[in-house]
């Protein structure tokens, strides 16, 4: 907490602070790091194995591949989400499970899962994205900048 | 509520175990691995390929020794069809963050000692993976010498379409 707060409180509200400090379950921060890292390592095996699966038996280079492993990702964390199988995994993983791509799938679904008593358009419809619309927003927008940057590099010739 | 969950991880665990268990038995197979077939996770070194008939190796053999040469590269395959010569290489995968460099460095070298070939240079795995392919297909008999030219220059076609 910051000093300045600390420098507001009464005493009875510090000493509060002291106890509930002694008391707090401390979080296992290596273990949970450690979840994360070898379940997220195993979506990203699993996704170079779908890549090199669609590079072995259809026509797409290694370039082009991207767009369809990517779509078969999400379809399948959409999928399992929609099981209730990724929301354990969400569990146990934790960011392991929500950065690579399938926890965007994961965000939609489980919106619009939450949502559906709302009815389809107003519920579903209205709050599918409510989760995943700021990763669009932000991905878009972080796109555009990052291409700016290479454009003007190139035009500049350091690139 | 505990014996539920402690029922459904011995279902998960018991899942776990098949998984590993067909994965196992899956590669104990005594059939012959063809080269493409693990061309994308192990080095093979395909020999050169000339897809015109009765034409002399040893000059593809020395541009395939030329790219070999190039200490981040660890895999090469070189195709020469009748006007194009194709150069597949994979790359040394600290070395991927220079690629472009690496691509440009093989150019330069290819056109400065052989000047009258046309070069078209790739890095891609599909490339590569279609190159041991024709390899094989020409090997094994089931390509002509035609149908191999017109595969090769579908791959060649293929290297255009990434850029």
Known sequence: MASSKQKNMTPQQRKYQQLQQKHEIKRPVLKNCLKAFFVGGIICVIGQAISYFYIYFFDFTEQSVGNPTVATMVFLSMLMTGFGIYDRLGQFAGAGSAVPVTGFGNAVISAAIEHRTEGFVLGVGGNMFKLAGSVILFGVFSAFVVALVKTLLVIWGVL | ?163
């Open chain 2, 1 to 163: 509520m505990e014996q539920r969950d402690g029922n459904q991880m011995k279902a998960i665990h018991r899942w776990i175990l098949f998984t590993c268990l067909l994965i196992l038995s899956s590669c104990n197979q005594t059939q012959q691995v063809k080269d493409s077939q693990l061309a994308l996770m192990k080095t093979t070194n395909p020999s050169p390929i000339v897809t015109e008939k009765n034409k002399d190796k040893s000059y593809v053999k020395e541009i395939e020794q030329d790219v070999s040469a190039f200490p981040e590269l660890y895999d090469v395959s070189v195709v020469k069809g009748k006007k194009d010569t194709l150069v597949v290489y994979k790359v040394k995968h600290l070395h991927r963050f220079k690629m472009k460099k690496i691509e440009k460095g093989i150019n330069k070298m290819l056109e400065k000692r052989y000047p009258d070939e046309n070069f078209t240079i790739s890095s891609d795995y599909k490339i590569f993976l279609e190159t041991v392919r024709l390899d094989e297909r020409m090997k094994n008999g089931n390509y002509t010498h035609q149908t191999a030219e017109k595969r090769f220059n579908e791959i060649v076609k293929m290297t255009k379409d990434l850029k």
